[in-house]
């Protein structure tokens, strides 16, 4: 018997806002990265990228260790210790004259902002499940795929009117605001009857309890492949709109109107996630984002960039179909493990960045005068999703027989 579901309009704002945490984090550095490079003399654009990419390893191991600890030691107070770590490691790429050092904290960051972002997840599991939840969670995404609309063009606002520090302190601001909202006003969703005795077994008997589902692990496998050839996007975006297109005031510009392209399609996959299902939507998506990875490679496979008003349409009709992806991925990894929610989302985090830091590390080095790279990237990964959707496909029709 599924649990009641009733819309929570301060809970879902406030479960957005953490997640938002750590999109400013990422993206609002993004126009600054060159300068940062030059200031800690790093000059090599792609050595660059790590400033982006290793946030996300962080975030990835942070959620192997502190999304279980929620499960034993509630929610709220694993979100607390996650800010704490947050704040040492900004203080590190603040007072840092090391290019090493400077990575370090943003690795350390990244472990931080894994509670904001894991145990966001894990209360929602904690409330709602089935479509609903994956309605609750595409509302979620939007918002955290919403904030580098406007990242970018803070993040540039604040260097040139200060300097590349401000952007840092702008985010413990913030952060220590959502912080305090957090505090007076969610209850903690994980009641003591349904917490994990924490022992040095948890992290063991949860990962079996994860890798016995087998849905589980194939979404979060597809989860990776995606993630990871979008984080290619992330990571070289400055690259390519400032040096290969000589585009860098226009940069937080389109970088915004790609970043509306995903909200748009997280926003009509939460109108219609409950009508259609998660999994259909999410398959047709995949089949969407290996065609017009696949179109473009087919069109521009001599490596010559086409013209920016080309490039923007492909990357919208990419980043659209990404929008269906990445909450109902989640949601589908998620529904199966509601009795160890904390452990899962972690897990299915981990792994899923695990997957993507290589892949986004990888192809990341080839695009230097081309961005034929990345949507080689993109079809590669795009298909073998899609392999592993219909091999989904064929076991629920087995199933439902």
Known sequence: MQKPQKFKFEFVALMASLMSIVALSIDALLPAIPEIGKTLNSLDPSKNQLLITMIFLGIGCG????????????????????FFIFIIAS??????ES??????????????????????ISMVRDQFEGDYMAKIISIIVMFFLLVPVIAPTLGQFLFHMFNWEAIFYFNLVFGFLIMLWFWFRQP?????TNRIKFSPNLYVN??????????????TFISGFITGSFMVYLSTSQQIFQEQYKLAEMFPYIFASLAISIGLATFLNSRLVERFGMFNIAYKACIAYATVSLLFVILFWSGKNPSIYILVPFFAMQ????????????????QPLGHIAGIGAAINGFLSTV?????ANFIGTYVNTSVLPLFIGFSFFGILSLVVFLILKRKRAVQNA
């Open 63 to 82: 959620q192997l260790v502190l999304g279980p600890l929620s499960d034993s030691f509630g929610r709220k107070p694993i979100v607390y210790v996650g």
């Open 91 to 96: 203080i590190f790429c603040l007072t840092t």
């Open 99 to 120: 290019f090493t050092v400077m990575i370090f904290g943003r690795t350390l960051q990244g472990f931080g902002l894994a509670s904001a972002r894991t145990i966001s």
């Open 188 to 192: 903690e969703t994980l009641t003591k």
């Open 206 to 219: 949860g990962t079996k309890k994860f890798f016995k589902s087998s849905d589980a692990v194939a979404y």
């Open 319 to 334: 980043f659209f179909a990404v929008g269906f992806l990445f909450g109902n991925l989640r949601a589908l990894a998620m």
């Open 355 to 359: 997957l993507a830091v290589p892949i």
